[in-house]
């Protein structure tokens, strides 16, 4: 059986990880898609365990205490993290489990685990992110402007991971995750030889 | 312009390192194939410059003393080894170099260059390098045992290399060597995003 691996997936939003995610997880049956849980209240289009698992602020706060959490990270007086437990019980059974997290969070997972694949989904240009930033509706300029600051800080931390995608067309950066997963799954340190003469 | 990579390729003799390199560099234009020089006195079936560059021991040894090569190794008393400078020059025209060489150049190249892609091809099992071994014609079995022995101890050394890749069948051992390539071009220190408002 192969050694799954943790497989970080950032980039601000807008940049289409969503798009790419959904569709290298049409191509690969051994992915589990790790869902967040969060104490931000649910909103009409949510569904329990599908978006998130949406849990109290206090019951939050006990599984941060209870070390039940890879990682967690606060937003806009909201809680968001990864249920351990999950990952745990998927790279158990052989399979790599994607992280779809904010660089707050990834940066915390990198540090405990090592030996997770990280990657960082950029935008091709300033212009593109503004644009795609934009492109979501009715965005009053105040807050278009916010998020395009928030943005460019988060590509600010892409030196942080290990792999840099550009998003110029998903079919190109869907090819070059593909190409990282398998990549990483021929480094030698998981794919010990062992030649023995009965083999 | 991307950043030209040093690729090393090492594997037995008899594994399919060949066909795999011609495969590759068919699918990729901006990789360069370097030619080795040996002592060793030219075959009825070499091409001066295309299996390698043949030069006398005595020139060989000045190569070595003015540090003409990045890396040589001597067997059965002929030396072999990559002449510097081509190499330099592909990466500087933003080539990546394809360096088939042997376990003990491949070692000297990744002390020097620690920037190289390093790469074993592997067979898939003991019984099947034997086979393979075997199959190059009328071999005496004392000759063919040697080369068994000699197979397996390169085989040991796999460790020192970044990435191995089973070669189980020609396609899949090609679609990994693309899927290094690609992800080793993804990887953030040779992609940095330096995302501005004047893009």
Avoid: W
Wanted: hydrophobic residues 35%.
């Amino acid at each position: 059986m192969s050694q799954g691996r943790i497989i970080i997936v950032s980039g601000p939003s807008g940049v289409g990880k969503g798009t790419i995610l959904r569709t290298v997880m049409q191509q690969r049956e051994s992915l589990h898609y790790s869902v967040s849980a969060t104490s931000r209240p649910m909103r009409p289009e949510d569904r329990e365990g599908v978006s998130y698992y949406f849990v109290s602020r206090e019951r939050f706060e006990e599984m941060i205490a209870a070390g039940e959490l890879l990682e967690h990270a606060c937003y806009a007086g909201n809680y968001y993290g990864t249920p351990l437990r999950p990952v745990e019980e998927a790279l158990a059974r052989g399979e790599s489990v994607v992280l779809e997290i904010d660089v707050q969070g990834a940066l915390q997972v990198m540090q405990r685990r090592p030996d997770a694949i990280s990657v960082f989904i950029a935008p091709p240009s300033y212009a593109e992110l503004k644009r795609r930033l934009a492109g979501r509706g009715d965005t009053p300029p105040d807050i278009a402007a916010r998020r395009l600051h928030i943005a460019l800080e988060e590509c600010r931390q892409a030196k942080h991971y290990q792999y840099t995608i550009i998003n110029d067309s998903v079919g190109h950066a869907v090819q070059e995750l593909e190409a990282v997963l398998t990549a990483e799954a021929c480094r030698t340190s998981y794919r010990p030889l062992n030649l023995k003469e009965e083999d």
